[in-house]
């Protein structure tokens, strides 16, 4: 039994005999260990070349437009079979059934990460108060018994924005934004938060919600809509519709260049989005 030497880590690594590395054996080691492999760095720029031509031929919005037309009888099929559930519910049931526990996913692969800025997540909450329509939640219920049980396909900054505010919780640590709703109280504005938390007692202009409020609050109704009842048996062609869903619900809203490549199915896309620095 021996360690591999310099040249062979090299081979496995997809290096060419004829690299050459510089350094001591250590330092020889450290460059190939950290290294991106150079023919999956290969195989990556080829997929970043036709993601670039598809850019080239195609507006953002053609590229969403491309596979507007359903051909495939499986998923033509899977598509009159899912049942929709239309319902409002109250906020204090939205969040005790889904938020609390986390029962619903709120971030699944396809989803756009969360770019709410702090005055998009205070206008919410503005908007729920002042009896302003908010679009329906779509949830997908998922037959996993052991994980989550609802999947959020549209909604998730909606549901983001009213757990945290629930919970006093800003949804960015790093950059914390504690959410609330601004009130106009003696020609003065007047931040006002849920939940009776200590690190929100030193906000300047703020109180607590009263009891009366919070009920108000927790009254506001939200449609939710729920989509089941799918062959588990196809879950990768449902998992092709759910992407093709949550395009087609985000035209007209700017979608960024990763999140159409976390829709863009191609075998190394598909392999880099699990590691974060892409996602």
């Known amino acids: 039994r021996r360690r591999l030497f310099h040249r062979e880590a090299a081979r496995l690594q997809s290096f060419p005999d004829w690299f050459e590395f510089t350094g001591n054996e250590t330092q020889q080691f450290n460059q190939i260990g950290n290294a991106v492999p150079p023919l ?18 195609f507006s953002q919005e053609e590229i969403l437009e491309k596979d507007d037309i359903v051909d495939d009888e499986n998923k033509i099929s899977m598509l009159k079979n899912l049942k929709y559930d239309f319902e409002s519910y109250e906020i204090k049931y939205i969040y005790e059934t889904y938020l609390r526990d986390e029962t619903v996913n709120l971030t699944p692969p396809y989803q756009r990460e969360f770019a709410w800025d702090s005055k998009k997540q205070d206008l919410f909450i503005d908007s729920i108060m002042n009896n302003f329509i908010i679009p329906p939640i779509i949830l997908i219920k998922l037959n996993d018994k052991k994980g989550f049980r609802y999947e959020c396909m549209d909604g998730q900054h909606r549901l983001t924005v009213l757990k945290h505010y629930i919970e006093g919780k800003p949804i960015n640590p790093q950059d914390p934004h504690y959410i609330r ?4 109280e003696d020609n003065k504005k007047i931040n006002i938060f849920y939940s009776k938390k200590k690190r929100l007692e030193n906000i300047k202009d703020s109180r607590y919600m009263t009891e009366d409020e919070k009920a108000i609050f927790n009254d506001k109704k939200i449609i939710i809509i729920k989509i089941s009842n799918y062959d588990p048996k196809l879950i990768s062609l449902f998992s092709s519709i759910k992407n093709e869903m949550f395009l087609r619900l985000q035209k007209g809203e700017k979608v960024n260049g990763t999140d159409v490549l976390r829709n863009f199915d191609h075998p190394l896309i598909n392999y880099l989005m699990v590691f974060p620095f892409v996602q």
């Open 40 to 57: 999956l760095a290969y195989q990556l720029a080829l997929a970043l070349k036709d993601c670039y031509k598809l850019g080239e031929q």
């Open 181 to 184: 709703y601004t009130k106009l």
